[in-house]
């Protein structure tokens, strides 16, 4: 389990294999404490660490989640939000998040709006039911709080910080982002469902 708190922007040094890829992803975690076998969540996927060294640690992909998040796309020099796995104990500052990506959602724009970015999204189809105002969302492994809805569209607000230190101030119109929709809303749904 994580928050959704950005802890760490890590780089992603470089990759190998085919339909399934080992990520090299360069870090300031103190890895001494990173045991293999940890997870961490990597722009909202949570992922095993398989290897490391220094200033590094490597994960393994399989080609289903390359092929249901925007991991397949990446890149060298790739930047990724990087956030550990909770421990008994740790503060809960975001919202409850799995790790587990649900679809990707598209940027549709970006505006200045006071000191923040407003973003407006289009989630997948399948999922826009389960994003309310005043909901969580997390984007890219950012727990976000949903300002409005429209159908399949809906809008956050990026504060400078946010910006600054998770991958949301290099993102433009037209980029694609891992969304993971809230726990809640998920269980209160298949509830609803039963009842029919």
Request: charged share 25%.
């Given at each position: 389990m994580f928050t959704g708190l950005v802890s760490d922007l890590g780089r992603l040094l470089g990759s190998e294999g085919m339909?399934?890829?080992r990520f090299r992803?360069?870090?300031s975690y103190p890895l001494g404490e990173v045991a293999i076998g940890a997870s961490i969540a990597c722009n909202g996927c949570c992922l095993s660490v398989v290897e490391k060294?220094?200033?590094w640690f490597a994960v393994d992909v399989s080609g289903e989640?390359?092929?249901k998040t925007t991991?397949?796309?990446w890149q060298p020099d790739h930047r990724v939000n990087l956030e550990r796995a909770l421990r008994l104990g740790d503060e809960l500052g975001g919202h409850l998040v799995s790790g587990h990506v649900d679809g990707i959602a598209e940027i549709l724009e970006i505006r200045p709006e006071g000191g923040s970015l407003r973003f407006s999204l289009r989630a997948p189809g399948h999922l826009?039911?389960?994003i309310a105002p005043k909901g969580s969302v997390t984007l890219d492994g950012?727990?976000?709080?949903v300002n409005e809805v429209e159908g399949a569209e809906f809008g956050v607000n990026i504060i400078p910080h946010t910006a600054q230190v998770t991958t949301f101030g290099r993102y433009e119109a037209g980029n694609r982002v891992n969304l993971e929709i809230d726990l809640l809303a998920r269980y209160v749904a298949r509830l609803m469902a039963q009842q029919d």
């Open positions: 339909e399934d890829k992803i360069a870090t060294g220094e200033g989640t390359l092929s991991l397949g796309d826009a039911r389960y950012v727990s976000l709080t």
